[in-house]
T-cell receptor, first 120, second 110 residues
Framework: GAVVSQHPSRVICKSGTSVKIECRSL??????MFWYRQFPKQSLMLMATSNEGSKATYEQGVEKDKFLINHASLTLSTLTVTSAHPEDSSFYIC????????????????FGPGTRLTVL | TQLLEQSPQFLSIQEGENLTVYCNSS?????LQWYRQEPGEGPVLLVTVVTGGEVKKLKRLTFQFGDARKDSSLHITAAQTGDTGLYLCAGGGSGYALNFGKGTSLLVTP
């Protein structure tokens, strides 16, 4: 159990366009989802925390108008990179946690496989 | 923010060798998780340790949580090439958020 999917796995876009990344929890209800950014050979950098039905909480230095997050249901969160530029190229990973008593305990997060964004 | 320091940052060993990765903090954590991440993929949860002094084993991997719940270690016995990856420790932050260490990049060569 506790499977998280992400789509697309890879995306290449032109500078100035917007890109939407989906994160789905497949077999559990994800009350909270997280979006991370990861640079090569580095750890995960938390961008924002998303709770179902409410506005996302962004980490310091992350532009909320640039990275739009929507968590419309207990199984789906989306990250939209608006007006993407080459410096937005990165590996974006989502994770999910949810209701205790299922497969999730002790702040465990389950991660999606990531999305490689390349902006030309 | 509760900081987690991981060491070593990079490790290159040959198949069959043993290794230990450390995760240290000045803060007390209610739990710590260890993840492994392979290139181009998301991290995969290996184990959660909760009780001070706890030891958990996962085949050739042994995880230990310090008595004071401020540190943890991961020991791999007889490393294999399939153990290559980025190992991340993470502890509970505010709400459900996790604080991640900077990771240990392990390369096991034949």
């Amino acid at each position: 159990g506790a499977v998280v999917s992400q789509h697309p796995s890879r995306v290449i876009c032109k500078s100035g366009t917007s890109v939407k990344i989906e994160c789905r929890s497949l077999d559990f209800q994800a009350t909270t989802m997280f979006w991370y950014r990861q640079f090569p050979k580095q750890s995960l950098m938390l961008m924002a925390t998303s709770n179902e039905g409410s506005k996302a909480t962004y980490e310091q230095g992350v532009e909320k108008d640039k990275f739009l997050i929507n968590h419309a249901s207990l199984t789906l969160s989306t990250l939209t990179v608006t007006s993407a530029h080459p410096e937005d190229s990165s590996f974006y990973i989502c994770s999910a946690t949810g209701l205790a008593g299922g497969p999730l305990f002790y702040n465990e997060q389950f991660f999606g496989p990531g999305t490689r964004l390349t902006v030309l | 923010t509760q900081l987690l320091e991981q060491s070593p940052q990079f490790l290159s060993i040959q198949e069959g060798e043993n290794l230990t990765v450390y995760c240290n903090s000045s803060s007390v954590f209610s739990s710590l998780q260890w993840y492994r991440q392979e290139p181009g993929e998301g991290p995969v949860l290996l184990v959660t340790v909760v009780t001070g002094g706890e030891v958990k084993k996962l085949k050739r991997l042994t995880f230990q949580f310090g008595d004071a719940r401020k540190d943890s270690s991961l020991h791999i016995t007889a490393a294999q090439t399939g153990d290559t990856g980025l190992y991340l420790c993470a502890g509970g932050g505010s709400g459900y958020a996790l604080n991640f260490g900077k990771g240990t990049s392990l390369l096991v060569t034949p």
